[in-house]
Every structure is written in structure tokens, then in C-alpha cells.
């Protein structure tokens, strides 16, 4: 996952993780009480909104608050004015170092699973176009495992594009989500390559959402453990041990690169972006892999997919494009 800093009031700094699942910008406020990290007071420069006391829910989060507006600076002089957000008062699950959430969802009314409808909430990234700071509603990621990890807003920069390649776009679905189909996967044993790797295609697309909150992928309950098999078919090291889900197995074996079919566009995965060393002492005694069970019937894309690539989300033509990264 990544978080970034954006300016409340053009002066108080909030560490913001930047979520493409969830819509609303929500700030810790001098009110809540079991917040922790840094607080936001809404009276010093805002506008309450709203009187009436509301509830966000995002997975494990459970937030309760007001809606206020306020200038929001990604620099000191990149603002946004009277923008609405949320001010927490009471909160189940943000930790340190996250003191709130940029809600980055593509923020359609309609969600493809399920039933109902949403209002949808003005984008962060539409008002930035608004106030003329962008040009096209577009934001863009590169994620890495050190803190080189940014984000761009406006049109993707060429400069972060990897030489002799460019940006392959793949269309989403018409959703609140970032959401797309997945079609196939694929496995190629350490020293291989992508033309070496063992495909395997669904026999129907498996409906998946693009998370950047997410630090893990989380697979369809109805195919994971057969995923896992595959995956260890190709490690060289067969021992593992699924618990509620979770995959531990031992740091030192030989593992596959993965392959992810997104659109038609293969995206890889190395071992260094999906396995982790979990032991106490750090001694690469037991590794966790960031695959994990979905009790649900789709997956939930997180980081490791990103992992090393430029990935820009397209708030009007509604695509995700994925390059190398420079």
C-alpha cells in the first residue's frame, strides 16, 4: 500500500493512504479519541457541512464522523478549495502510520456485484482538473518495496515509462470499483522467462478488483488452493501451510515468477514482490506469501501486482494502463 502526505488547511500534514476502492477523503480529527497519529482540527479554517453524525466502512475500517469542507493541498501551492470531506471522530482499524484516506475509486453510481446503488462523491482528482492544476482526470502509481513509491496527478509522465516500451491500456467495467476481468494465469520456474511459463486459462473471466490498499492478493476461494498447488508444482521446495488462508513456507526455496492475465495484458509477478520474510529475528527462517484466500467469489488485486510498474488509472475513458517502469 501507499501513503503520501496532502495539506489540510494548507498547513497541517496528514499521512494519507491513497485508496482506489473507497471514494471519500476521511481525516482524523481533534475530536476522535481513539485516532492515532496525526489529527486535523475542522474548526481552524473549515465548514461543517453536515450537523448530522454518519458512518464509513471500509473492510475491516469502521469510521464515524461529520462532513466538513476545507482546502486541500497536495503541495503548498497544489490546492483544492471548499472541498467536502470526512472528519473522523471515532474509528475501528486505522493504525499508525495512516492518519486518514484519499479515496481514489473510479465513483460510478453502480456497483457490477451486488444490488443497489451509490451517490457518488466528487473526485479529488475531478476537482484538481477544475481548479485547472490538471488536465485530464488521471492519476498514476509506481510502487517498489523501498520508499521510492509515488503517485503522479494529470497525465502519465513519459519520463516514468520504461525505454522502447509504452503504456498498454485495458478497459474496466462499468462500476464504483476499478474493476476487470482476469483470464488466464500463468507460472515459470526460477531462470525462466514469460515464453517458458506454464498457462492456465479460466473457464469463465473471474471479476477483480484493483486495490492500492491493499498489500496482499487476495484469490477467489473458488480456484485458490488450486493455485497454490500450481504455484509449488513450479517452486523448488514443496513444504507450506495454509491457516485461515494465509500461506507460510520456507524462505530459502526457488520460486516461480506469476503471471496474471489482466485484459490482454500479462502482468508479472517476481518472488521478491509476493514473498516475505515473517520471522521474528528476520533470519528468513519462515516467509509468508502476499496471496492469500478470498472468502468471496472474485478476486482482490493489492500492490504485488503493481509492483514495478507505472500504472495509470484513467478517470475518463475509464481504463487502467500498465507499463514497465524506467
Known amino acids: 500500500m501507499f501513503t503520501g502526505a496532502v495539506l489540510m488547511s494548507r498547513y497541517t500534514r496528514m499521512n494519507m493512504l491513497f485508496d482506489t476502492a473507497s471514494d471519500w477523503i476521511v481525516v482524523n480529527s481533534v475530536k476522535c479519541e481513539n485516532c492515532e497519529g496525526n489529527e486535523f482540527d475542522p474548526k481552524s479554517f473549515g465548514r461543517k457541512v453536515s450537523d448530522t453524525s454518519s458512518s464509513r466502512n471500509y473492510g475491516d475500517v469502521e469510521l464515524e ?24 471522530e471515532e474509528q475501528y482499524g486505522l493504525r499508525e502510520p495512516i492518519d486518514g484516506i484519499m479515496g481514489l475509486a473510479k465513483n460510478q453510481n453502480v456497483f457490477v456485484r451486488g444490488s ?29 518495496n523501498k520508499e521510492t513509491s509515488f503517485v503522479d496527478f494529470g497525465d502519465p509522465q513519459q519520463s516514468s515509462i520504461k525505454a522502447d516500451t509504452e503504456m498498454r491500456y485495458v478497459d474496466t467495467n462499468d462500476d464504483f470499483f476499478w474493476s476487470l476481468d482476469m483470464h488466464a494465469v500463468g507460472f515459470a520456474k526460477s531462470g525462466q522467462s514469460f515464453e517458458d511459463a506454464k498457462l492456465k486459462k479460466f473457464k469463465e473471466p473471474v471479476y477483480s478488483i484493483i486495490d492500492t490498499s491493499s498489500p496482499s492478493i487476495s484469490l477467489t476461494g473458488n480456484y485458490f488452493d488450486q493455485y497454490i498447488d500450481a504455484l509449488f508444482s513450479k517452486t523448488k521446495g514443496k513444504e507450506y501451510e495454509i491457516v485461515l488462508g494465509q500461506v507460510t513456507t520456507k524462505c530459502d526455496y526457488e520460486f516461480p515468477n506469476l503471471y496474471f492475465m489482466i485484459g490482454d495484458y500479462w502482468v508479472e509477478i517476481r518472488p521478491d514482490e509476493y514473498v516475505i520474510d515473517v520471522s521474528e529475528s528476520k533470519n528468513a527462517t519462515i516467509c509468508l506469501l502476499t496471496i492469500e484466500k478470498n472468502s468471496e467469489d472474485f478476486n482482490i488485486i493489492g500492490n504485488p501486482l503493481l ?3 507505472y500504472t495509470s488509472f484513467d478517470m475518463e475513458s475509464g481504463q487502467i494502463g500498465f507499463a514497465p517502469y524506467t
Open 116 to 144: 443497489g446503488s451509490i451517490e457518488p462523491v466528487k473526485s479529488y482528482v475531478t476537482a484538481l482538473k477544475e481548479e485547472g492544476i490538471i488536465e485530464r482526470e488521471t492519476f498514476s502509481f509506481y510502487f517498489n
Open 65 to 88: 464522523g461529520n462532513v466538513w469542507s476545507d482546502t486541500i493541498c497536495l503541495h503548498f501551492s497544489t490546492c483544492v478549495y471548499d472541498f467536502e470531506y470526512f472528519a473522523i
Open 307 to 309: 509492483m514495478n510498474y
